[in-house]
T-cell receptor, first 114, second 112 residues
Framework: DAGVIQSPRHEVTEMGQEVTLRCKPISGHNSLFWYRQTMMRGLELLIYFNNNVPIDDSGMPEDRFSAKMPNASFSTLKIQPSEPRDSAVYFC????????????FGPGTRLTVL | GENVEQHPSTLSVQEGDSAVIKCTYS??????FPWYKQELGKRPQLIIDIRSNVGEKKDQRIAVTLNKTAKHFSLHITETQPEDSAVYFCAARYSGNTPLVFGKGTRLSVIA
């Protein structure tokens, strides 16, 4: 199993640009989570999906952030327009759900907004 | 909702000594408590977990204890080695498809 896959691994962009982060969960996992990690705030849950349906997006910081999961094997997190304070590492994670199982993290996307 | 507090935020120990990290949680319905290790520039990875029907679990030099009454759980690392240096996160979750709620992390430094 390839594990959770994220792309790109690094993204450098200028303020005001649109940023799209991508995630492929582990096959057979039906819960997907997007986290943001910074030194100041630690690991923050942004949004999570069960069976491709967004369940809780209360962690999404602003309307500039949006996430989709069009099918069981793909999710995107979009920031439009991006701002310097969005600079962070964004992790995607997945779990089989239904029962209490290990949550696997992807390698993360390091976003830098200039 | 669930809230997880983790202490200390930083911890330095001499190689060979033990390290203890403590967490408290707020929601008595939580029943799954994993610990993740994150090395610099890498993803968090599960090192040990415990479920609410168990009071203690051990895996080689790592052990976790859970006190449901007091709603706290701890990570114990014995005979620490330099490669144990990392940030450790505790977390808690209800059963089902709810997300993990993480503590703020503990930066452990093992000094050779």
């Amino acid at each position: 199993d390839a594990g959770v896959i994220q792309s790109p691994r690094h993204e450098v962009t200028e303020m005001g640009q649109e940023v799209t982060l991508r995630c492929k969960p582990i096959s057979g996992h039906n819960s997907l989570f997007w986290y943001r990690q910074t030194m100041m705030r630690g690991l923050e849950l942004l949004i999570y999906f069960n069976n491709n349906v967004p369940i809780d997006d209360s962690g999404m910081p602003e309307d500039r952030f949006s996430a989709k999961m069009p099918n069981a094997s793909f999710s995107t997190l979009k920031i439009q327009p991006s701002e310097p304070r969005d600079s962070a590492v964004y992790f995607c994670a997945s779990t089989r759900g239904q029962t209490v199982n290990e949550q696997f993290f992807g390698p993360g996307t390091r976003l830098t907004v200039l | 909702g669930e809230n997880v507090e983790q202490h200390p935020s930083t911890l330095s120990v001499q190689e060979g000594d033990s390290a203890v990290i403590k967490c408290t949680y707020s929601d008595s319905a939580s029943n799954y408590f994993p610990w993740y290790k994150q090395e610099l520039g890498k993803r968090p990875q599960l090192i040990i977990d415990i479920r609410s029907n168990v009071g203690e679990k051990k895996d080689q030099r790592i052990a976790v204890t859970l006190n449901k009454t007091a709603k706290h759980f701890s990570l114990h690392i014995t005979e620490t080695q330099p490669e144990d240096s990392a940030v450790y996160f505790c977390a808690a979750r209800y059963s089902g498809n709810t997300p993990l709620v993480f503590g703020k992390g503990t930066r452990l430094s093992v000094i050779a």
